[in-house]
């Protein structure tokens, strides 16, 4: 059985007000159960986000040692355990406290600014070891999402990454190995990369041969801001890959189409994000097809039912457990939970194992899955063995 949406309690952090994506008169409605809600201290790193956050850092841990930073994560995800004896930890957004008499599940989802890339080296984040090892020393390298994931994964909570930087290192999958939770990410998939996941793969399908892929976005909320710095933007070219590899006809190996992203930070449209896209295709005798679609998008409203979908989905996952015909033994997913690939921009997916972008193929995934947790058969391959191989606690 599924986690009923209507179960959750929200918990709103004190963007509430500065996001300003609800209309006035409704916020009035809503600010005696807002007013009551005392937002968490969070952790601020200057190095890893814009410049021009500065000022909204108003909430912070005091201190930069990185092992008291970790510490106080890991109090406050204990406290909340305690408090609500179970639940559904949102950080710095909203927390989901979700009633309910089944184990006790805590996941944390981070949807907080988007980050710097860390840097990815042996000595710092490649075992679990050296993650620990990292914080212990304070390394510059050690991101506020870092401090997260790893505070959720000791205290036995699952984390999800919402946002595009490469929180999850190889230390931090390997420790999630050593105490059987699961991590997922990277990145909300709302608004343009959805469309466009869904587009390529129908026009690569169709035979028509994608040569130049353009988006343009521009937007006037905190994301937009924070993204409005070259070291907090990397662009997810790749979004199109595997579609791409998929006709090795129309793209002999090697070949991509030229694909190019622009953000641009407008204040005066707030959350309501513009996206414009041209796709320019090859097709008979040497001829053009051009598609150019604009879109207007409310770009909370999309993410938001994102947040319901990963935490309800993780959830039931930790629930689910097969055993192997050969040798009879339980196992459960692999740490990685690659079945969130649907909701996410840049899915992570375990070691050798093909990463699918295509919005179909992806959701054809899931719903495999669910038919056969209702016990109707597949009548094809499930692929189950990109999903598994989670080892039990030692």
């Keep these: 059985m599924l986690l009923h949406p209507l179960n959750p309690r929200y918990r709103s952090h004190d963007a509430f007000k500065n996001a300003d994506v609800f209309e006035p008169e409704l916020q009035e409605k809503l600010r005696p159960y807002m007013e009551p809600i005392v937002p968490m201290p969070s952790i601020y790193y200057p190095d890893f986000i814009a410049t021009n956050q500065e000022d909204r850092a108003n909430n912070v841990i005091v201190g930069t040692d990185k092992k008291q930073h970790l510490e106080h994560i890991r109090r406050d995800i204990r406290n909340f355990k305690h408090r609500h004896e179970l639940g559904k930890v949102h950080y710095n957004s909203i927390y989901l406290d979700i009633e309910s008499r089944r184990k006790e599940c805590v996941i944390v989802l981070w949807t907080a600014n988007t980050e710097r890339y860390t ?6 984040n490649i075992t679990a070891e050296q993650v620990l090892a990292s914080v212990e020393a ?13 505070a959720s994964i000791l205290e036995g909570a699952h984390y999800i990454n919402g946002s595009p930087q490469n929180t999850l290192t190889p230390g931090i999958v390997e420790l999630a190995r050593k105490h059987n939770v699961f991590v997922g990410g990277d990145d909300l998939k709302s608004g343009q990369t959805k469309m466009k996941s869904v587009l390529v793969d129908y026009l690569v399908c169709s035979g028509l041969k994608p040569e130049s892929i353009v988006s343009y976005n521009h937007l006037g909320n905190n994301d937009g801001k924070n993204l ?5 933007f990397r662009s997810k070219s790749s979004v199109v890959d595997d ?4 006709n090795n006809i129309l793209y002999p190996t090697g070949q991509n189409p030229d694909h190019c992203i622009v953000i641009k930070y407008v204040p005066f449209v707030g959350d309501s994000k513009r996206a414009l896209d041209e796709y320019i295709c090859s097709i008979f005798m040497g001829g053009r097809q051009t598609f150019v ?6 770009d909370s409203l999309l993410a938001t039912p994102l947040i319901y979908d990963l935490v309800i989905l993780t959830e039931l996952m930790t629930r689910i457990h097969f055993t192997d015909a050969n040798d009879g033994s339980i196992q459960s997913f692999h740490e990685i939970l690659s079945i969130l690939s649907p909701f996410l921009k840049a899915p992570l997916v375990p070691p050798s194992t093909p990463v699918i972008n295509a919005f179909m193929k ?9 038919t056969a947790l ?3 058969a597949s009548d094809v391959d499930m692929q189950i063995e990109f999903f598994t191989e989670l080892p039990k606690t030692q």
């Design 119 to 124: 840097d990815v080296a042996d000595g710092l």
């Design 228 to 232: 409005s710095e070259e070291g907090q």
């Design 243 to 246: 579609m791409v590899q998929s």
């Design 138 to 150: 304070n390394a510059k390298e050690i991101s506020p999402s870092n401090i997260f994931a790893i």
């Design 362 to 370: 992806q959701f054809a995934s899931l719903t495999k899955l669910i």
């Design 293 to 298: 679609i604009h879109n207007t998008c409310e």
């Design 374 to 376: 209702v016990g109707i």
